[in-house]
């Protein structure tokens, strides 16, 4: 059908085409035959001949000499210069063949040979960030196989070692033998919140987690998670303080997911903030923007250590002791989250407090 249609296409503007000719060339005939009726060769000829000298025939003879000479050595140096322009290319896209993806091909304003280069340029650019991702991805792929085997193997270890205590019933008495099942347990409990937040972390990163936006107060959220945290700061000798410029602070979010970052920023603030006695939320509207800020008067973070922060098991305790440090995925689940939110967090530290902040904005 298609071929039927291009046949009937060129035959239709070919007769189009001819019939404008030949009313053309009719017109021309019927003006030189009613204007110039007695206009023969041998009057061209002896006009040639008899104004041989006289500088008017050397212009009329010389334009179409010029203008057809001219015409010949322009397309002979155009096609020269995309011969040669294109054996540059056809040099140039072997060496990336060959994998130099770093280089470019020359652009040049020759034709469509330059907006092929160009496209190839593109073309080019787009494979090396794909390539230079995939690098990435399989860098992340090794580390998180390395850190979850380093992280897993601890209470695994612990695990299994109380576990054989208890089958070969080596304990002294009944008090001993519950010591070595709780550690057991707490240990279980270790293993089970890592592998959580491993979990969750792999869908964040895999972009599985839609968001379930709606209208959110932000005060009276921050409100209950304190209340929830009451027995943590308790223990830790600490006393939460709120402080909101708004008694209303409305976010378009998820509130569950939402609520995990402040959890993961308080929880965090706890265990590396228990040195200082309060624990302050403070919340403002900036714009368009709700900000929220938890701060902790406790150790300060290295500022060597917070550009790397919101990695993925990156912690500024580098022990890996269970006891002063968290799975080091906490912070990195907060980042995705906020960023899934279009929003931004980032945190300053110094020698008298250390500050999150979390923007999100109002109509996220």
């Avoid at 001819?18 to 021309?28: D, E, F, T, V």
């Avoid at 000829?45 to 000298?53: D, L, N, T």
């Avoid at 839609?210 to 959220?221: F, P, W």
């Avoid at 080091?328 to 250390?354: N, Y």
Wanted: charged residues 25%; proline residues 2%.
């Amino acid at each position: 059908m298609r071929s039927s249609l291009r046949f009937f296409k060129w035959f239709f503007w070919t007769v189009v085409a001819s019939a404008i000719l030949c009313s053309l060339l009719y017109m021309l005939i019927n003006y030189l035959y009613y204007n110039y009726g007695n206009l023969n060769i041998i009057r061209i000829v002896r006009f040639f001949y008899f104004g041989i000298g006289r500088p008017e025939i050397y212009y009329v003879a010389s334009i179409p000499v010029i203008v057809i000479t001219g015409i010949y050595l322009y397309r002979r140096e155009s096609r020269r210069q995309e011969q040669n322009y294109l054996a540059l290319l056809i040099e140039e896209v072997h060496n990336l063949e060959e994998g130099q993806l770093d280089r470019k091909v020359t652009v040049r304003s020759i034709g469509k040979l330059g907006q092929l280069a160009a496209d190839i340029n593109r073309m080019m650019e787009r494979l090396r960030i794909s390539l230079e991702e995939e690098r990435r991805a399989e860098q992340t792929k090794n580390e998180l196989i390395t850190n979850v085997s380093h992280d897993l193997r601890t209470p695994l270890t612990t695990i299994t070692g109380y576990l054989g205590l208890i089958d070969q019933d080596r304990y002294r008495d009944e008090v001993e033998l519950r010591y070595y099942n709780n550690m057991a347990y707490e240990e279980s409990l270790r293993l089970k919140q890592l592998l959580e937040d491993l979990f969750e972390y792999t869908r964040l990163r895999n972009r599985e987690m839609t968001l379930n936006k709606s209208r959110i107060n932000l005060v009276e959220m921050l409100h209950q998670i304190t209340a929830q945290f009451q027995w943590q700061l308790g223990e830790s000798g600490m006393e939460s303080r709120l402080f909101f410029e708004q008694n209303q602070m409305i976010v378009i979010a998820d509130g569950d997911k939402l609520r995990r970052v402040y959890e993961n920023l308080i929880s965090n603030a706890i265990r590396y903030g228990n040195e200082g006695r309060f624990l302050d939320i403070r919340g403002r509207i900036e714009g368009q923007d709700a900000v929220i800020d938890v701060i902790n008067y406790g150790e300060p973070i290295p500022e060597s250590d917070i550009p790397r922060l919101f990695e993925r098991f990156y912690r500024v305790e580098k022990s890996r002791d269970k006891n002063t440090g968290g799975s080091g995925i906490g912070l990195a689940i907060a980042k995705h989250i906020v960023d899934l939110h279009q929003g931004s967090i980032r945190v300053t530290s110094d020698e008298e407090q250390t500050v999150f902040t979390v923007r999100i904005s109002q109509n996220a």
